[in-house]
């Protein structure tokens, strides 16, 4: 009796050693989260900054999230931050003591950091798709600030499902393909476009029922948890482009 006492005694001061060490392994995973060094500068909307948000959220990156809302505010900051290159969006990874401006440059140094899809682009396709992506995303941006706003968005909803335009040339090229450059894991060039098509369903929800592939793609990446996180933290609500423009200048 004395002897199953004294074995009871040692497995309750193991499991304490066990549970002491598992609070500590906890800790020092939540405070290397949570001193990433990682800090995003960019206006206090979604535009050239979206994907690089969702890229930090997808890995649960606890990044410091630096908003301007006043042009005075970035022009205070512009040229005190040791930036090469002055712009927003402009990210700071205080652990590598790196500085740098450019969305692209960013989404692609974020993409080797936390291994987004980094290595699985064999043909050069992330880069050829890349380029496409940004040529209708500034399509997009230029009609947003247009004047002529009402009088041209029905031209431009029409050209999204005209063959000849470069949404229907990726929805063809979506057709035996899961996301842009993988079949198994997303790259940053996933998070752009999907940003793109979560814009124009702002401006016409049902603009991706004549799009099957790319309305496939829109979906598959939609119901993943980190944007639903995204969402919840208001991110997604933010206006698309500055305060003033014709469109998608207010939060919604």
């Not at 712009?87 to 740098?100: G, I, Q």
């Not at 399509?139 to 947003?144: D, P, V």
Request: hydrophobic share 35%.
């Amino acid at each position: 009796q004395f002897l199953s006492k004294t074995i009871i005694k040692l497995i309750m001061q193991a499991l304490s050693l066990v549970d002491g060490l598992i609070t500590k392994i906890d800790a020092v995973e939540q405070k290397s989260n949570a001193s990433s060094g990682i800090t995003l500068g960019y206006w206090n909307i979604r535009g050239l900054a979206d994907f690089l948000r969702l890229m930090l959220y997808y890995k649960g990156v606890n990044y410091t999230e630096k908003m301007y809302e006043k042009d005075e505010e970035w022009q205070k900051d512009k040229y005190n931050l040791n930036l090469e290159f002055p712009n927003v969006p402009y990210l700071f990874d205080e652990k590598k003591n790196l500085r740098m401006t450019e969305s692209y440059a960013i989404g692609k140094y974020l993409a080797k950091k936390y291994n987004i899809g980094f290595n699985v682009d064999k043909n050069n396709r992330e880069g050829q798709v890349e380029g496409v992506i940004h040529d209708i995303l500034i399509k997009f941006f230029r009609l947003c600030y247009d004047p002529d706003f009402e009088k041209k968005k029905e031209g431009y909803l029409k050209s999204l499902i005209d063959e000849k335009d470069k949404l229907c040339q990726i929805e063809k090229y979506l057709d035996n393909k899961k996301y842009l450059v993988s079949d198994d894991e997303l790259t940053f060039i996933d998070f752009k476009f999907f940003t793109y098509l979560d814009y124009n369903i702002r401006l016409d929800k049902g603009f991706l029922d004549k799009l099957k592939n790319v309305n496939r793609y829109y979906n598959s990446i939609n119901n993943m948890d980190f944007v639903k996180k995204f969402q919840e933290a208001g991110l997604r609500n933010l206006g698309i482009v500055k305060p003033g423009a014709t469109f998608g200048g207010n939060p919604v």
